[in-house]
C-alpha cells in the first residue's frame, strides 16, 4: 500500500506531478516540480514515464507522486515498485485537494 502525504513541508524537487498539459494549463503546477505525465485520457501509459523518471531519480530516492485526485499516483506508485522503487508516496487528494488546503499553485508555462 502507498503511503499518502500533504505537501506541507516537502521539497518540491521531489514532486512528480502526473497531470497532463491540458490540467497543468488549467490548475497550473507546484514551482520546482518535476512535469512527468503519466497516461493519456485513454489511459494509455505514456511512454515517456519511466525514462524521465530514470533520469530524475534514482531507486532508492524518495519520490511524491501527484496526480488529479490521487488515483493515478497509486497506479503510478505500482509500476514504479514493479520497477525497484523502494520509496515512493502519494501526495494525499492530489493537486485538488492539496489547493483546497492553499497550497499555491503557479502558471504552468511550457519551455520551448
Same mark, same amino acid.
Given at each position: +500500500?502507498?503511503? %499518502? !502525504?500533504?505537501?506541507?513541508?516537502? =521539497?518540491?524537487?521531489?514532486?512528480? =506531478? *502526473?497531470?497532463? !498539459? %491540458?490540467?497543468? +494549463?488549467? /490548475?497550473? !503546477?507546484?514551482? =520546482?516540480?518535476?512535469?512527468?505525465?503519466?497516461? %493519456?485520457?485513454?489511459?494509455?501509459?505514456?511512454?515517456?514515464?519511466?525514462?524521465?523518471?530514470?533520469?530524475?531519480?534514482?531507486?532508492?530516492?524518495?519520490?511524491?507522486? +501527484?496526480?488529479?485526485? $490521487?488515483?493515478?499516483?497509486?497506479?503510478?506508485?505500482?509500476? *514504479?515498485?514493479?520497477? $525497484? /522503487?523502494?520509496?515512493?508516496?502519494?501526495?494525499?487528494? $492530489?493537486? %485538488?485537494?492539496?489547493?483546497? *488546503?492553499? !497550497?499555491?499553485?503557479?502558471?504552468?508555462?511550457?519551455?520551448?
Amino acid at each position: +500500500m502507498v503511503e %499518502s !502525504v500533504n505537501l506541507s513541508g516537502i =521539497d518540491h524537487s521531489k514532486v512528480v =506531478d *502526473l497531470r497532463r !498539459v %491540458s490540467e497543468w +494549463m488549467s /490548475y497550473g !503546477v507546484l514551482k =520546482d516540480s518535476n512535469l512527468v505525465t503519466f497516461e %493519456s485520457r485513454a489511459h494509455v501509459l505514456s511512454p515517456l514515464f519511466l525514462p524521465k523518471i530514470r533520469t530524475l531519480f534514482a531507486k532508492n530516492d524518495t519520490i511524491f507522486l +501527484m496526480c488529479g485526485t $490521487g488515483r493515478r499516483s497509486k497506479r503510478a506508485a505500482e509500476l *514504479l515498485a514493479q520497477n $525497484g /522503487y523502494t520509496a515512493v508516496k502519494s501526495i494525499f487528494g $492530489g493537486a %485538488s485537494f492539496q489547493q483546497k *488546503l492553499g !497550497v499555491k499553485f503557479e502558471t504552468y508555462c511550457p519551455k520551448l
